[in-house]
């Protein structure tokens, strides 16, 4: 099956409207960021290549870790901080602190983005790709099976 970026972004808003649950990734029962990127990946790539271990919710953890980034290098393609339907961006919630939060890029209209992501206190939504977004935008990340239809 060919993998394109409209199918991720399509599969991505699939999930607007799926309540805010801390480690859920279950479209139309619960999710939080991973748990929506998780779920696109199962629909592009099928089964996850990993075991996701337990989370804090917290966004102002400054330990020098960096789980979620090490592991969106590992099973992801980095693309810099460039922005492109499909991608995942990965964002700093404040300055110093984990990267703690994806989104992923489902929309553009003239010259701004639209990300689809899922945070505390909302469902998984699609949003303006705002400059207060932009200033937190840490990564961008593509699906492995649509970086190895573009080589």
């Known amino acids: 099956m060919t993998v394109d970026r409209e199918r991720i972004a399509a599969e991505a808003l699939a999930w607007v409207g799926t309540p805010y649950v801390h480690q859920a990734s279950i479209k139309g029962v619960g999710c939080d960021c991973l748990g929506l990127v998780r779920g696109v990946w199962r629909s592009i790539e099928g089964d996850e290549p990993?075991?996701?271990?337990?989370?804090?919710?917290?966004?102002?953890?400054?330990?020098?870790?960096?789980?979620?980034?090490?592991?969106?290098?590992?099973?992801?393609v980095s693309r810099g901080q460039e922005i492109e339907l499909g991608r995942v961006l990965a964002f700093r919630m404040t300055p110093g602190a984990r990267v703690k939060h994806l989104g992923l890029v489902t929309g553009r209209r003239r010259h701004q983005w639209k990300v689809t992501h899922a945070y505390w206190g909302r469902a998984a939504v699609e949003s303006w790709l705002s400059p207060w977004w932009h200033k937190r935008l840490v990564a961008s990340f593509e699906f492995p099976s649509l970086a190895a239809q573009s080589q």
């Open 50 to 76: 990993w075991v996701v271990p337990r989370y804090s919710p917290r966004w102002d953890e400054t330990t020098p870790a960096e789980p979620l980034l090490c592991g969106l290098r590992r099973h992801f």
